[in-house]
């Protein structure tokens, strides 16, 4: 299996999560939506992310090499 080098985008929004894994030129490899949980469960938000970075990892053959995390404010 080819190992990727790649970096994670995480941004949790109000309603959604969204997840990408970029190469070094910031080129899209990956991306997955997730909706925020309806009783706003940290754990269950901090679960959801795990499992999408777990399947980029998979995929990608490698873990990322850098992790870059922007939450909403208000």
Not at 9 to 26: F, S
Not at 39 to 46: L, M, Y
Request: net charge positive.
């Amino acid at each position: 299996m080819t190992k990727t080098k790649w970096s994670a985008g995480i941004d949790i929004g109000g309603t959604k999560i969204n997840v990408a894994a970029v190469d070094a030129q910031g080129q899209l490899l990956q991306a997955h939506i997730l909706p925020i949980p309806s009783d706003k469960s940290v754990s269950t938000v901090q679960d959801n992310i795990y499992v999408a970075l777990q399947k980029m990892e998979k995929s990608l053959g490698s873990a990322p090499e850098k992790i870059g995390v922007g939450i909403a404010g208000q």
